[in-house]
């Protein structure tokens, strides 16, 4: 670490439930200049607690709300509310743990969180909001600049978006999209092609990932592409997308017709079991009520198919665009 004469800050991860008071000496006595709180919702308690305790002991600190699309609409206010009313720390960050969130909900969620723990928003301290974006959908940088558009002012992003799996929201993109001189990519582009795209090459593995992106769609945490990677099927999308996002159970394969053969006939006295089939719904709803209407509507992220997109239910008087249309 050394001697640091630039406005570089190191930061590091206290997740609830992984960490002890003891475990955090006071700032003075520490490299680390930034904590970030990590917890689910169900632990706000004590994460407001051991944000707090950073607080005092000298850190600027951050709590991360992390799986914030799997948070029912009511239960993420009152989480706002509860650290508006209670919470000492400098940031709070939007973070998209499974990749699973879109623009539309981006937007939505920064429009809560500026005005809910934003300046002039009442809290006891007023925060600076941000975003933590993983890839699994392709993503992170997409919802990285409909949050800054709304309000967000910190961003996090990595180095050609090397991170687990899919990885997280590629630090050049970013630098490519602010317009503010003071950022300048060319350094970061010199990191790359001298260390992470060699790394790369000795094969270190992170960026697309068909069982992530299925795991992001399906807006679930991506243990089980984790595993399905780990196992060694990481070429295997298909089998992935049969066991996991089309409602199969197993990898058992599934009975489908062959074509019918040049010497005509009923095409199903030749079927084949080779090729699984998926039977559940192709694009499965996202569990999710985040809705740019005040009625807490899901229809907008409920996709029943590429050509036929839900809108939200201010738009179409109070019913969803697939029975509207």
Not at 188 to 196: A, M, S
Request: glycine share 10%; net charge negative.
């Amino acid at each position: 670490m050394g001697k640091n004469d630039t406005p570089l800050k190191i930061s590091a991860m206290a997740d609830i439930g992984r960490i002890d008071d003891e475990d955090i000496p006071p700032a003075s006595e520490s490299l680390i200049d930034l904590v970030r709180v990590a917890c689910y919702e169900h632990q706000m308690d004590e994460a407001i607690r051991l944000a707090n305790l950073c607080v005092e002991r000298g850190y600027e600190v951050s709590i991360n709300l992390m799986a914030v699309a799997k948070v029912p609409v009511q239960r993420i206010d009152e989480c706002l509310r509860q650290m508006a009313a209670e919470c000492t720390c400098h940031y709070v960050y939007i973070a998209d743990s499974f990749g699973s969130i879109y623009g539309e909900q981006m937007r939505v969620l920064t429009r809560k969180y500026v005005a809910m723990l934003g300046q002039g928003s009442g809290a006891i301290v007023p925060k600076i909001i941000g975003i933590h974006g993983h890839n699994n959908q392709q993503l992170g940088f997409a919802n990285s600049v409909e949050g800054v558009t709304e309000g967000i002012d910190m961003v996090d992003g990595s180095f050609l978006g090397m991170g687990r799996g899919s990885g997280n929201t590629c630090l050049e993109q970013l630098l490519c999209f602010f317009k503010n001189p003071k950022f300048d990519p060319r350094p970061v582009f010199d990191c790359i092609q001298k260390h992470f795209i060699p790394l790369r090459l000795a094969g270190t593995e992170w960026g697309v990932s068909i069982p992530y992106l299925i795991q992001g769609a399906r807006n679930e945490h991506p243990k089980d592409a984790m595993a399905w990677e780990k196992a060694g099927k990481s070429d295997d999308a298909v089998g992935f997308f049969d066991k996991f996002m089309a409602g199969n159970e197993g990898d058992r394969p599934v009975h489908v017709p062959a074509k019918e053969t040049d010497q005509g006939g009923d095409p199903d006295d030749v079927a084949s079991m080779a090729s699984p089939k998926p039977s559940g719904p192709r694009v499965p709803n996202l569990n999710s009520e985040i809705c740019e209407c005040s009625n807490g509507c899901p229809a907008i992220f409920q996709r029943r198919s590429l050509m036929t997109r839900n809108r939200c239910c201010r738009q179409t008087g109070g019913i969803s665009s697939a029975t509207a249309r």
